[in-house]
């Protein structure tokens, strides 16, 4: 039986990259696997796609899907500004970038905040496991405080919830997901990738070899139990066609269901579950990391919504065709434009 | 009145100065004194005087003492001299200072008030400005008094040497772009200082200006606006950039050019990014090289510092990319707005390991202009960043300048494939790599994103790789990624800007510099040459250095290097380079955060040679 492909006629396969070089069930694949699958369920062609990263594990990982994507292994904590200039050069080209909690929250820091004041439209992930993996298990800012881990004893400092971090600087999309939990994770990508403007997802993923004790919140066994989804997720494409047995609707309260409208026509539809939260409040937002951050509960799912503000292109008011295509006439103004002024410049 | 009671005027017997002496006019930094320097220096230029502005200037917003130098010289010497012959003392805390440094014979024109605090010389001429008592007759709300103050400077010098009004009107309303009410304002001042220095001052000095042409169908601008202006018809598009002095007017210069290509629609064809520091601005032009676009980030000193890990990634990873240094006085913070060339070596050598990066070096504006816009189409030969180094005196400072020529060339954006092509290169080749040399040149082919092809993706990594891009810790692909990329720097080396030789008299010494140096080297051979000594000259205008210049330094008895840095850095590199048979070469290196003077070159060189 051939295999089962999308609307490009292009197989599951055809969107992965090269091998994984992770240690065997680091939740980074996983998030791997979920970003193969958003791209072949979308149907998105890779050509058009580009692969951004820092340095660290979690940057490793896009030689490891996409493999018809151009990609960038750049520099720790710098990628937002690569990802500034690519998108300013392209601005047709979609961005999906991969940062870790070390290159995120500390060294790069100041790039997360100001990429997405900058408003640049691509798909930020965090790939957070609350550990520094390839210099072999120091903690990062993410780190929980009173934390042990083997060779660094315990953590004395209070965390950075860069899912906060990522709301008070504007970020018009911002979630948490759990690598271990696939089908949000997936909902989540598809919805980010949608979104005209700066996309944070913070993704709890567990390292399994420095980090993955159960006394740890960045751990498999502490995720399985603990998560809890602020909403069920799912994405109705702008061109869905609400079925006459939808079950789920018939299973939920009026008002119980949020339909977020996106700027391309489609929704995010959240089923609400045992809380009040709307992520098109910002207040309730902040509120629920606060509350998650000071009482150690894993709330998941889209916490922030908001119709997105102008992108750094739109601000910078520039032409229709990538810069990187406008041919030599459009960027060599004519000889009498020199003369011009030459002239302004003259005696007399 | 009392102030004429001070001095015995007498008239002057000795021969006229005509068009051949320089100023310093001494001031407060924020006083305002930048518009009346400006307007002194482009109304002598409008005179057709070779003229040069040079601001000395402190770091500061407002209150610490700066200087600004104008030099005409009729025979179109436009350095800085060690001496001038005038000085404005318009700043009491210098002002006895000032005056103890002219030269016998010197002008001081002063304000009355300051005049009674400074220690008074018998040897020059005094001309006192009731400056008070003037502001204090004109119509002028008192809010902008203050700023308008510095013109009566300007009034009693174009009364004294000679400046036509008119002309000074004329360059107060360029000056202010058409706009008559604040022209007029200081119009005025310049007026009424001018014609109570004809009814109450007598002219005790011989010095004056003349209508001459030798400034006809030359222009005059800063280099700064010289490299941004040549940016945009070298078809930058992206611009990333962090306030730094003295780079930040290069900015300014892209920001009013911008214009220039925006389409019929006012939308624009060059982004221009203010990033949270010089790390990102270098990360914004590394990633929008990458992507195919123009890119370019101008800074100094500090922000290159910065900046050293993107251009270890691009020298590395052969992306694309223009950096600016508009060189001012290190170490450290140093000398934040006096100029230098102390930032050779090292933006030659930026980024750990074994980096080496390509450097354009404009000692004038129309090197500036040029620079501008060929470093896109060297980088994107090269597939490499490259460091056009220039200085704050370059940079910021007006020069006198032929005007520039459009680009001679069409624009070259390098072995970038698109679909076609590289369909093209895999059916000649079996296969494409991003880093596979198939021409013998160092230089491989590269694809940019959104290229609709199968096989157009690649991986850009900082980490070792092979010719396909692919992660690889192997000693061989390094070792041989590492002997293409030297080799790429030779194609560099014979393809970049050769340098400027005159090597026309059959002497025995010769001159190597860079940069800004040349007017000042320029006169002090001539006066060598009154006394006998020849030389030759060669200005280096790239890194990595040509083979010209190893041919020169063979060609000759006795070679001095001058540069303007403290240790002799080009020296440096020409011993790096150039170990063998250089017991000849000799370093003249001055670094005082001054531009260079002819004086200095002079007497250096005639001790050195005995």
Known sequence: ?348 | MAINAQTQPKLDTREPVINDFAFSVATKNGSGSQTSNNVLVKALFQMGIPVNGKNLFPSNIKGLPTWYTIRASKDGYTARKALTEIVVAYNNSTATEDVANLPPGGVCITTDKIAKVIRRREDISYYEIPVAKLMRQTEIPSAFRKLVENMTYVGAVAQLFEIPLDLIYEVLLANFKGREKPALMNHDVVKLAYDWTADNLVKTDPYRFERMDGAEGKIMMTGNDAGALGAVFGGVNVVAWYPITPSTSFVDGLIGFRGLRQNEGGENTIAIVQAEDELAAAGIVVGAGWAGGRSLTSTSGPGISLMAEFAGLAYFAEIPAVFWNITRMGPSTGLPTRTSQGDLLFTHFLGHGDSRQICLLPGNLKEAFEFGWKSFDISESLQSPVFVVSDLDLGMNNWLSDPFDYPDQPMTRGKVLDATALQEFIDEHGKWGRYMDVDGDGIAYRTLPGTDHRFAAYFTRGTGHDEFAVYSERSDDWVENMTRLRLKMDTAREMLPQPIIDDSSNADIGIITFGTNEDAIREARDWLANDGIKTHYLRVLALPLASAVTEFIDAHKSIFVVENNFDGQLTQLIRLEHPENISHVRSLALGDGLPMTPDWIYDSLKEQEG
């Open chain 1, 1 to 348: 039986m051939p295999p089962r492909t999308n609307h490009l006629g292009l197989a599951r396969n055809e969107y992965k990259g090269r091998p994984s070089t992770l240690c065997p069930g680091c939740g980074h694949d996983s998030i791997s696997n979920q970003l193969i699958s958003m791209a072949y369920e979308l149907g998105l062609e890779q050509h058009k796609i580009i692969k951004l990263s820092g340095i660290g594990c979690s940057s490793k990982t896009p030689a490891y899907f996409l493999g018809g994507s151009h990609g960038f292994n750049a520099l720790h904590g710098r990628m937002p500004s690569v990802a500034t200039g690519a998108l300013l050069a392209n601005k047709d080209l979609t961005c999906i970038a991969v940062s870790g909690d070390g290159d995120t929250g500390s060294i790069g820091m100041g790039q997360f905040k100001h990429v997405i004041r900058r408003n640049v439209p691509f798909v930020y992930i965090i790939e957070n496991n609350g550990v520094y993996g390839l210099t072999k298990g120091q903690f990062s800012a993410t780190a929980d405080e009173g934390q042990f881990l083997k060779y660094y004893g315990t953590n004395h400092m209070p965390p950075i919830d860069l899912a906060l971090e990522a709301v008070i600087a504007g970020c018009t999309f911002v979630a948490r997901s759990f690598s271990g939990d696939a089908k949000q994770v997936q909902a989540l990508l598809q919805a980010a990738v949608r979104h005209p403007g700066a996309s944070v997802l913070d993704i709890i993923s567990p390292c399994v070899t420095f980090n993955n004790a159960e006394t740890s919140t960045k751990s498999y066994p502490y995720g399985k139990d603990h998560e809890i989804p602020l909403h069920e997720i799912q994405i109705l494409a702008p061109d869905y066609v609400e079925p006459k047995d939808e079950i789920s609707v018939g299973d939920y309260e009026a008002g119980d269901i949020i339909d977020v409208e996106m700027h391309d026509g489609s929704f995010i539809r959240l089923k609400k579950l045992d809380n009040d939260h709307d992520p098109r409040n910002r207040r309730m937002a902040m509120d629920v990391l606060e509350r998650s951050m000071r009482e150690q509960i894993f709330s998941t799912g889209l916490l922030y919504y908001e119709e997105p503000r102008p992108t750094l292109a739109d601000t910078e008011d520039l032409v229709d065709t990538p810069l990187a295509f406008l041919d030599d006439a459009e960027l060599r103004p004519p000889k009498q434009a020199l003369e011009g002024v030459m002239q302004s410049l003259m005696v007399g």
